[in-house]
């Protein structure tokens, strides 16, 4: 853990932000260093993917050590999210840094989503001197935080990244001390909602009350998304009952910043409201500005939505009932422009195969307790393109972050004893997946095991 320790503060020491207006020095410098780690480690096959407009791709192979072994692929991500307003800051963001009161906790930009879990791999490749009882092919990505080319690239090289199972390190645990799978992401779309109503503002005195106001208008019609519990009221979008495990209320509420006193939105459990069920955010709005506000009927208001639906919903077909209950409304008679935005689907693992029950053991293991499942309202757009390339692999998620280490906000922290009990799961899972997959790969023989 030393070692690895001083690997993730060195990684995590460098700004490697692939955002646009970001120089792309410090994104080279994390690749290079990952590069000289995992050589470090035992890989022998390093290969850099260099697609147009994208920050390099790292990929590795360790070959199986026999042909009865399992191949498994890791990814991760190098790339971290901006640090945003430098003031909101315990202390540097790029600049790991203990954190008072809290042992083993190390606070970093990236340090956690999703430094922690490259050298979480990392971890487990030194367990074995780089040789585990698997095949291995790593895919450490560059830009998964702005979003790249390489999310689509995987089913075009099929051959790359075929595998029996993967294990995609960009999440972590419910809480610290609880180890968790994710078994689901929901999908995502945007959708642009424009009212125009007058060739230019027009004096509220003397026009208003008659003259088509465009903010109310839009207001009238965003209203409808809703029905008066909070619940979406959007017809076609799927919910069913979360099954899983979720928060407690009090856990979300503080990670949510609620203010005392009150209420959650929406009826139905929380994994209900955030996993298994849609959500419908208004993330912009274009409207005159209070501090510069005339005495004015408004002319044209535009506003932003955020869909998240089911995991198993088709991705257009959500983002088509959205744009259908949209454009049949008419407040005051007045008809919408509704424009659809880019849209990704959501993703659902299968469970109860092979490499689950390897994990479920693994982290059982690690951590000594049984895991858990869960989703997330998040999206992870590569995972489809990985599972299109590979069908029929295990998809795991699993790694070293939690819900409350404050991954994209100020103050990002990891907790070292998630790091190690995530090297140890890792190092677990693939001892039995190879175990099992072998096991099963042999002939069958009288009273023996298939």
Not at 195 to 221: I, K, N, Q
Not at 382 to 390: F, P, Q, S
Request: with cysteine; charged share 20%.
């Amino acid at each position: 853990m030393d070692g690895l320790r001083a690997d993730l503060e060195r990684l995590a020491s460098i700004p490697s932000v692939a955002f646009p207006g970001y120089p792309p020095e410090p994104v080279e410098e994390a690749h290079d260093l990952l590069v000289s780690l995992l050589r470090e480690a035992g890989v022998p096959t390093i290969e850099r993917i260099d697609l147009a407009d994208t920050a390099p791709v790292v990929y590795g192979e360790i070959p199986p050590p026999h042909p009865d072994a399992p191949t498994v692929l890791l990814y991760g991500h190098y790339d971290v999210q901006p640090a945003g307003n430098p003031t909101l800051w315990l202390s540097p963001p790029f600049e790991p840094t203990p954190v008072p009161g809290v042992p083993g906790a190390l606070r970093a930009r990236g340090i956690a989503d999703d430094k922690s879990n490259v050298i979480a791999h990392l971890g487990m490749l030194r367990v074995y001197g780089g040789r585990p009882p698997v095949g291995i092919k790593l895919v450490i990505e560059g830009q998964e935080e702005y979003g790249s080319p390489f999310d689509d690239y995987p089913p075009t090289d099929p051959e790359r990244f075929a595998c029996d199972a993967m294990v995609i390190a960009d999440l972590g645990n419910l809480r610290p001390g609880t180890p968790t799978l994710t078994t689901g992401l929901r999908g995502a779309c945007e959708v642009m909602v424009e009212v125009r109503t007058l060739a230019e503002a027009r004096h509220s005195g003397e026009f208003g009350g008659a003259a088509p106001d465009a903010l109310l208008v839009l207001l009238r019609a965003l209203a409808t998304l809703h029905d008066e519990h909070g619940d979406v009221a959007v017809p076609g979008l799927r919910r069913d009952p979360w099954e899983g495990a979720t928060y407690t209320e009090e856990e979300f509420r503080r990670l949510a910043s609620v203010r005392d006193g009150l209420p959650l939105i929406g009826t139905g459990s929380l994994g209900e409201r955030l996993w298994s069920g849609p959500a419908v955010t208004v993330i912009g709005l274009d409207a005159p500005d209070v501090a510069g506000a005339a005495s004015a009927v408004v002319p044209y208001a535009r506003a932003k939505l955020n869909l998240r639906f089911h995991p198993l919903q088709d991705a257009k077909e959500a983002r088509g009932a959205l744009v259908k209950h949209l454009r049949a409304q008419r407040p005051f008679g007045i008809p919408l422009t509704v424009t659809p935005g880019d849209t990704g689907p959501g993703f659902e693992a299968r469970t109860g195969g092979p490499a689950y029950r390897a994990a479920l053991t693994a982290l059982k293991e690690a951590w000594g307790t049984e895991a858990s499942y869960v989703a997330t309202g998040g999206s992870i757009p590569l995972v489809n393109g990985l599972a299109r390339a590979a069908p029929g692999a295990e998809v795991l998620l699993f790694g070293a972050q939690d819900s409350m280490c404050n991954l994209h906000a100020p103050n990002e922290r990891v907790l070292l004893s998630e790091v190690r009990n995530t090297v140890v799961a890792m190092a677990a899972f693939v001892r039995e997946y190879a175990a099992d997959f072998r096991a099963r790969q042999a002939p069958s023989s009288p009273g023996g095991r298939q």
